[in-house]
């Protein structure tokens, strides 16, 4: 992404609510409806379609209205004396960790090992000790739910990993606790799940599929024993 200062005309632009400038980017930049956006605030968040800025003047000095714009060049163009006005401000996840888009931000996630079986309340403890704003993430996709349930070579596929979904009651309905996810997409049973009496929820590595198991047990289930959680966190 450009980004500058400057001003704007616009025709085709909606802004995003809940969304800073500093998510706006990321974003704007997986989004394939979104070429350029804007913003007059650092809480604020426009998004345009091919064509949305009809007209762009920039700026030598910082004013109210920031705007970036997509490119695929490295470098800023040659043509333009701005130079020193263009960066690229996307931001990445440290150590080639993975990074999600969510409806308002974006988060790295990484799917932790334990030694031992561990519980829920263990597994929530893990991703805040691995990061001060870590927790237990859920799942948006399919795709997601695919690539995290992925074998570990060390450990084979007889585990599962712990994963933001949980029930208030017993027979209640399951839902995601990750404060970053909207919606209750991805979620794909195994045969027999959930069960009656379990109100949290792994993913089967192998599989791809989710089970019910409880919150506090204190041994390995009889297959798919939780020895994984998956972290996200915000990214700075």
């Known amino acids: 992404m450009l980004i500058f200062y400057g001003s704007y005309g616009y ?4 802004a995003q609510a809940g969304v800073t400038w500093d998510n706006c980017i990321d974003l704007c930049y997986a989004s394939s409806n979104c070429y350029s956006a804007y913003s007059t605030s650092a809480s604020a968040c426009n998004f ?11 700026s030598s000095s910082e004013t109210p209205t920031i705007i970036a714009i997509k490119s695929d060049a490295t470098t800023c163009p040659a043509s333009q004396d701005l130079t ?17 888009i969510r409806p308002n931000n974006a988060v790295c996630v990484q799917r932790l090992v334990y030694t031992l079986f561990s519980n829920k309340v263990e597994s929530n ?3 805040a000790n691995f990061k001060p704003n870590g927790t237990v993430l859920g799942l948006q996709t399919d795709a997601e739910r695919t690539n995290f349930a992925g074998v570990n070579p060390t450990y084979g596929s007889n585990m599962s990993v712990w994963i933001a979904l949980q029930r208030s009651t017993e027979g209640g309905d399951f839902e995601w606790t990750d404060p ?6 991805s979620i ?11 109100r949290c929820a792994t993913l089967q590595i192998g599989t791809a ?4 198991v409880s919150c506090v047990g204190t041994s390995c289930p009889s297959s798919y024993c939780p020895k994984f959680v998956l972290c996200g966190w915000v990214i700075e």
Not at 11 to 14: F, K, V
Not at 84 to 100: F, H, M, S
Not at 209 to 212: A, G, P, V
């Open 180 to 185: 970053w996810l909207t919606g209750t997409g």
């Open 48 to 58: 345009c379609g091919f064509g949305g800025l009809k007209t762009i003047v920039f």
């Open 209 to 212: 599929l989710i089970q019910s």
């Open 84 to 100: 020193t006005e263009y960066i690229n401000q996307i931001r990445y996840c440290v150590d080639g960790l993975a990074k999600l």
């Open 125 to 127: 403890q893990k991703c």
């Open 11 to 14: 025709a085709n632009c909606t």
């Open 188 to 198: 794909a049973w195994a045969s027999g799940h959930p069960l009656s009496g379990a």
